[in-house]
């Protein structure tokens, strides 16, 4: 998930406060792009909330395409190869998630983004494929990541990828337990499953609305 730290809409109390409105939500991860500063002041905030649980992660614009790191301490250096954005994030204990591998767009000159990892997901040392992205349209990239990792038999992730908040659960990963520790061990064990569910018609309104501003923004 993301906030106003990246590219997101909500801010960082806003999304947590949201999510914590979801019964089905135990644990959430806020992935800013290339930073975890809105994690760290969602996880703050969430403190005090007694049910909902932080993961501190961060979305990682490697050369070769977007990594989310999740149980991070510190911020992984954007720009870095694939590989080596991999070997940081298990340097620091983290888990390393190759997100929407196959949404992959031309290389741009100015921002260098290519988004998905493509095969490299089957190639390196990934802790978990992300085989449901609740972003609207990601369907045929979602069956792609599925049919991957049917022969990988990697741990399965749903992710809502949310920048507004009527995506915040759309996609989301069942485990056994409810808190992040349970989740990690999910994912190492490779029990989890991924989920998704339907958006109201007002929900993709917004996000229209968010992607078209999001354009503008990057178009500049």
Known sequence: M?????????????????AARRAYLNVIAVTDHDTIEGALRAREHAAKRARLHVIVG????????????LFLERRIR??????????????????????HP?????????????HGVGWLAAELDFDGI?????????????QLAHRLNLGLGAAELGSSDAHILD???????????RTPEALRLSIESGT??????????VGLMRYAAWGLNHQRYAVG
């Open 167 to 177: 995506a915040v659960g759309r996609a989301y990963t069942e485990f056994p337990g």
């Open 58 to 69: 961060e979305e990682v614009s490697s050369h070769d395409g977007h990594i989310v790191a």
């Open 78 to 99: 954007p720009g870095m190869s694939a590989a080596a954005t991999v070997h940081a994030i298990h340097d620091q204990g983290g888990l390393a998630i190759a997100v």
């Open 102 to 114: 196959f949404w992959r767009t031309e290389r741009v000159a100015r921002s260098g983004r290519v």
């Open 192 to 201: 989890t499953a991924a989920r998704r569910k339907r958006y109201r018609a």
């Open 2 to 18: 993301h906030t106003t730290a990246s590219d997101g809409w909500p801010s960082p109390q806003e999304l947590v406060d949201h």
């Open 130 to 142: 992300e085989v449901e992205n609740a972003t609207p349209g990601f369907y045929v990239f979602n």
